[in-house]
């Protein structure tokens, strides 16, 4: 008899649910998903009490990757007025294995079980047996890795996107004296996400008056400001956010190789998040990988490290949902 597992990805601007059922062990497949706008409820066992229908498949475990830290069972999201804790959740579920996890240790988990078409290679590098890293900038700034305990791979959440900002140039410098005067501490998280990448455009502009094209300058009047720069800097329309897009991805490539040298991530980096996708035709001129190599006496060893894009914009799910599998067992 088959067996359901409920999973979900729990982010600030929408959260998306999923029925599963579990063929055999590591291998599951979507029964049907719905994604909420995570705004228009006042916490998760509301957009689970709308997703699961009184003739819903009967859950046998569940798990969560939610963006923010889980301590003790509970967790407050990050971009997000909620409160999640596993005894509500297993109330709501009538379902004692619940388990909650970060997003970006959901997301680590679930780089595990992608297919070689859901991921590109950023670096082919020499591929070891060791920890492996994750780090992933969309709404904020996310970083897990893999522990590699001799056996098995298990996924370990951090917070560690929002660790100081350390400039490594003048021109870094005279960005972080810029976002000082905007926020009262400036971590990684406020340039290596979107609206990190309006940060680093805002510098460019107010502070060096770089030009702007005034075809960009309408557009960020009523678009997403992340989203313009960001295709405007792809597509070569406007040199200061081609010049954004840059700094930002040389930012990207250098604390994606900060946290590879942190946890030893020998056995290689997976870079996910939703911006990394849009931005990809620029992930693979250079920048990226120029900064993450660029450790000097540990150059050689970061060029041996492979790197992958993850292509599968699910991932946290999926690895939600492997670890609602590992509950049943």
């Not at 991805?249 to 939703?274: D, P």
Request: charged share 15%; with cysteine.
């Amino acid at each position: 008899m088959a067996q359901y597992v409920l999973a979900g990805d729990i982010g600030g601007t929408k959260t998306t649910l999923a029925i599963y059922a579990v063929e055999r062990p590591g291998q599951v497949s979507v029964v049907r998903e719905a994604s909420f706008p995570s705004q228009h409820y006042s916490g998760l066992e509301m957009v689970i009490t709308d997703f699961l229908r009184s003739d819903s498949e009967p859950v046998a475990a569940s798990a969560f990757g939610i963006a923010g830290p889980v301590l003790d069972e509970e967790a407050i999201t990050t971009n997000l007025p909620w409160k999640i804790t596993a005894a509500g959740v297993r109330q709501v579920i009538g379902c004692d294995r619940v388990r909650l996890m970060n997003d970006l240790e959901a997301t680590a988990y679930g780089a595990l079980f992608l297919s070689p078409n859901e991921l590109q290679t950023l670096n082919a590098g020499s591929p070891r047996r060791g920890h492996r890293a994750v780090i992933a900038a969309g709404t904020g700034l996310g970083q897990a890795f893999l522990f590699w305990d001799g056996m098995r791979y298990r996924p370990v959440a951090t917070e560690g996107g929002h660790a100081d900002f350390a400039p490594r140039d003048e021109q870094e410098v005279e960005l972080l004296y810029f976002l000082r005067k905007h926020y009262p501490r400036v971590s990684y998280e406020r340039l290596l996400s979107g609206p990190g990448l309006v940060n680093i455009f805002n510098f460019l502009d107010q502070a060096l008056h770089r030009p702007v094209a005034p075809s960009v300058r309408e557009r960020l009047q009523t678009e997403d400001p992340a989203a313009v720069v960001g295709q405007a800097g792809v597509a070569g329309l406007c040199a200061t956010c081609v010049e954004a897009v840059d700094i930002f991805l040389s930012l990207y490539g250098a604390q994606a190789g900060n946290l590879a040298l942190t946890v030893m991530g020998i056995g290689g980096v997976y870079v996910g998040g939703g911006i990394v996708t849009k931005l990809l035709p620029k992930m693979i001129t250079g920048a990226f990988m120029n900064s993450f190599r660029a450790k000097g006496r540990y150059a050689q060893l970061m060029a041996e490290i492979p790197v992958y894009i993850i292509l599968n914009p699910n991932t946290s799910q999926l690895g939600a949902a492997q670890a609602a599998c590992e509950l049943l067992d």
